[in-house]
């Protein structure tokens, strides 16, 4: 699954940090880390992901 | 079929398409266009920022891609034993499962401002109506300083008009953030020019057309051409009510999101959940318990009861306040100590906690989300302060969010 976020809509809620943490972390300084790309493994974690998403900015593509 | 295209709703719907559903799926809305997304409404509506097409929470055609019919109608009544449920229109639906996602309505408001010029804020209308208004400049008085009722305040200040703020309690938001994290709110708000009245009721509005001016219990009046109000909700259940469940304080649900009907569940700001424990879950009548209960109830409706999931909120509340975004974890008690923990409050960028028996039990961060995961993962475990406190101010600790007010 390939992920994209909109960095002007991110808020940094973090709920997709808590939702799919093996995706989707905090960088030291702060920001919001992610790859480009999942393993289709984590799928259902990102698509929660994205509906938990308050400012909804996450973008998932298959 | 789903009433109430609400977040709740149509997140409960997709997440039924995603988990495979084939069968037909019906929702249901009282509301007129697509379903919206609510948090905005009292935000970057009101400030211009965002219009009310971008609020849409699905599109048109993803709608027909899930085959969901969104129906417009008001449920006025259900039968459990047929498995019907009615509408407004006339229309009658049959279930297999009804999920209720009706979600809340505002409290009503005192009877002295049932004037013209008094306004709620629930419903993209309602925020459309204020707008309009706002453009108007007139004197603003928001009546209730919850999170509505600050940021319609903000919104106002955003727009140069002048506001008072006036609420019944004398310690508004501590409820919802903790001590210090309120009166910082509060702070702000007297700082960019609010005029904040706690502890104070409005005894009278003279006159008997548009509002003009509002009489307050100490006798000063407040000269306001607009009136917002947002003393809090009501679970707008009315239409349940008469099938041997007390449905007033929200739809009693077990942690699973099962209704005492059969085939019947429930979500977001309609219900009352119980915690997998069996206690009373704490009112959580936000957005982020509003979509966790969509999945898990959605989960839940497609698979045998041994594999159904249940339900166990931390608790996530935000509220934006000018350019500071105030994010809430967990629920605390009113016995509960309110600690500041990092940062500064004067610096406005701070994490405040509840501690009960020397754990962190609750936490605000104040125009800091990077501490966020941490409060969440003490907040979840429990965790002692002290631990807490080195986190968040030792090595390693979360650095200033340089993306987090410039992303506003």
Not at chain 2, 65 to 83: K, S, Y
Not at chain 2, 342 to 361: H, I, T
Request: aromatic share 4%; glycine share 12%; net charge neutral.
């Amino acid at each position: 699954v390939r992920i994209t976020v909109d960095r002007s809509a991110c808020e940094l809620h973090g709920q997709c940090v808590e939702r799919e943490p093996r995706v989707f972390r905090f960088a030291a300084d702060g920001s919001l880390e992610h790859p480009a790309e999942a393993d289709e493994s984590l799928r259902d974690g990102v698509a929660d992901a994205q509906f938990l998403c308050p400012t909804q900015a996450i973008e998932v593509a298959p | 079929v789903i009433v109430g295209a609400s977040l709740a709703g149509v997140r409960t719907a997709q997440a039924l398409r995603r988990g495979g559903h084939r069968g037909p799926l019906v929702l249901a809305g009282a509301e007129p266009g697509l379903p919206y997304d609510r948090p905005p409404l009292s935000k970057q509506l009101l400030t211009g920022a965002r219009d009310a097409a971008s609020l849409a929470l699905v599109g048109a055609e993803q709608l027909g891609e899930l085959d969901i019919e969104l129906v417009a109608g008001t449920a006025t009544g259900f039968d459990p034993a047929g498995r019907t449920v009615r509408f407004d229109s006339g229309r009658e639906e049959r279930y297999d499962a009804l999920v209720v996602a009706t979600g809340s309505r505002p409290r009503p408001r005192p009877p002295a401002l049932d004037r013209p010029g008094v306004f709620e804020l629930r419903t993209l209308a309602d925020a459309e109506a204020i707008r309009r208004e706002l453009r108007l400049a007139p004197a603003v008085a928001v009546v209730g300083a919850g999170f509505i009722g600050t940021e319609v305040a903000a919104a106002a200040r955003h727009h140069r008009l002048p506001v008072t703020l006036v609420d019944l309690a004398p310690d508004p938001l501590r409820r919802q953030l903790g001590a210090t994290a309120a009166d910082a709110v509060l702070e702000l708000h007297r700082d960019r020019g609010v005029a904040v009245r706690l502890g104070r009721r409005i005894d009278r509005v003279p006159g008997t057309g548009r509002v003009g001016t509002l009489e307050l219990d100490d006798g000063s009046t407040v000269h306001a051409d607009l009136v917002v109000v947002g003393v809090g909700v009501r679970p707008a259940t009315g239409w349940l009510a008469g099938h041997g469940v007390s449905v007033e304080g929200g739809v009693p649900c077990t942690a699973t999101g099962r209704a005492p009907w059969d085939g019947v569940w429930a979500v977001g700001d309609a219900t009352a959940w119980r915690t997998p424990q069996g206690a009373d879950a704490p009112a959580a009548e936000h957005w982020t318990s509003a979509v966790e209960q969509a999945a898990v109830v959605a989960h839940n409706l497609l698979r045998v009861p041994g594999e159904w999931r249940t339900h166990q909120p931390v608790g996530y509340v935000w509220t934006d306040q000018y350019e500071h975004t105030v994010q809430r974890v967990g629920w605390a008690g009113p016995d509960d100590a309110d600690v500041l923990l990092a940062g500064s409050v004067p610096g406005r960028r701070f994490v405040s906690v509840a501690v009960r028996d020397g754990r962190v039990v609750a936490g605000t961060a104040f125009g800091f989300p990077a501490a966020l995961p941490r409060l969440r993962a003490a907040v979840r475990a429990g965790s002692g302060v002290d631990g807490l406190r080195g986190e968040l101010a030792g090595p390693g600790a979360p650095a200033s969010p340089a993306g987090a007010t410039a992303m506003r």
